[in-house]
């Protein structure tokens, strides 16, 4: 059974610096894993998906790296901002990208 | 329209009562899927509705009965509900593209039982 950690479980950084969210999986056998960002009270919003097949993906000052053999992903975020404060979710999936065991999510807290 | 809607937003039930969730996308999606997510806790998946069949989390009790009209529209049926019920209700479509899944998620219904 698939089981998604991640650390740290929060995290409070001043405004411009860059930090690191971290994702581990047991099972290596995933067909994605995807990074979603959740204000309070809301849905997901999808932020980076990354293939099986793939290393990494960008998407403006985001970039989310995936080694499968170590089952680890992370998600690099550049030069901080207070509107980048939310719940960060990673999550693997198995079953052509169906079946999705999200971590428990990192709080991240950018103060002005 | 890129986008997936629910409703109603939020919903205040009680114990004896019997109510639906509703989730719909017009994004041609072929898989739809509702979520359970509690308070500080990651969402938990309880339905799949993928290419007209359903797959059940089997830990979801049978108060929970999921209903797929159409290829668009994804009910979640409610009957004797808990108080322990109470949640965040998120339903995702996804679509297909290079061999997996990518998918989009609704904003959510609040639900409180009393």
């Known amino acids: 059974k698939q089981e998604v950690t991640q650390i740290p479980a929060a995290l409070s950084v001043p405004e411009g610096e860059n930090l690191v969210l971290n994702c581990s999986f047991t099972d290596s056998a995933i067909y994605n894993l995807q990074w979603f960002r959740q204000d309070p009270g809301k849905g997901l919003t999808s932020l980076l998906l990354i293939q099986s097949s793939q290393r990494e993906q960008t998407s403006g000052r985001l970039n989310a790296s995936l080694d499968k053999s170590s089952g680890r992903s992370t998600l690099y975020i550049a030069a901080s901002q207070p509107g980048d404060s939310a719940t960060y979710l990673c999550a693997a999936a198995d079953n052509y990208g169906q079946n999705f065991v999200f971590g428990p999510g990192t709080r991240l807290s950018v103060l002005p | 329209d890129t986008e997936v809607t629910q409703t109603p937003k939020h919903l205040v039930m009680g114990m004896t009562n019997k109510k639906s969730l509703k989730c719909e996308q017009h994004m041609g999606h072929r898989a739809m899927y509702w979520y359970k997510q509690k308070a500080k806790k990651p969402p938990e998946l309880m339905f799949v509705y993928s290419y007209e069949k359903l797959s059940i989390n089997e830990s979801v009790p049978s108060r929970f009965s999921p209903e797929c009209p159409n290829s668009s529209l994804l009910n979640l049926h409610l009957h004797a509900l808990q108080p322990e019920d109470s949640a965040l209700y998120l339903c995702?479509?996804?679509?297909?593209?290079?061999?997996?899944?990518?998918?989009?998620f609704g904003p959510g219904t609040r639900l409180t039982v009393l």
């Open positions: 995702a479509s996804s679509v297909r593209r290079g061999g997996t899944d990518t998918q989009y």
